[in-house]
């Protein structure tokens, strides 16, 4: 069970992590929040053991509520926090689990978070356009 905020050292959590502002983990806990209502329906009535996402569905939520959130300036963001690939993403959750923020199962690892997309590829003018219109 994830502690409490207010015992969580933020200053050692951020240099565990990399260079990421304070900004860039409430995105990826929000962001978590949006991956695990997406992929579970029922949400409310799942046991929090049940709740659980894997490291790369959440890099694709990540994406999808950094463009919702963000729209075009969804790669400026993510550059100005110096998330420059989902590597990045992995650091944080994990930085985040090692805090006591996030839970885990035994098979999540760091490499769930290796390569899963390319940011250029993702964040491109046309493929936020895409998405955008999709809805």
């Known amino acids: 069970m994830p502690q409490q905020e207010a ?10 992590a990399g260079p990421y502002p304070l900004e860039a983990f409430d995105f990826i806990r929000e962001g978590l929040h949006f991956t695990t209502l997406r992929i579970h329906k029922d ?25 919702r959130k963000y729209g075009l300036m969804a790669r400026a963001v993510m550059d100005h926090w110096k998330i420059e690939r989902t590597d990045d993403f992995g650091r944080i959750v994990f930085a985040m689990i090692g805090a ?7 098979e999540d690892d760091f490499e769930d978070f290796r390569s ?20």
Request: aromatic share 10%; hydrophobic share 40%.
């Open 7 to 16: 015992h969580v050292d933020w200053e050692l959590v951020m240099r565990q």
């Open 43 to 67: 949400y409310d009535q799942l046991p929090e053991l049940e709740r659980h996402v894997s490291g790369q569905q959440l890099c694709l939520g990540l994406r999808d509520f950094a463009i």
């Open 116 to 135: 899963v997309y390319d940011f250029d590829e993702a964040f491109s003018r046309e493929a936020l356009l895409e998405r955008i219109s999709a809805g």
């Open 100 to 106: 006591g923020l996030m839970s885990h199962t035994d």
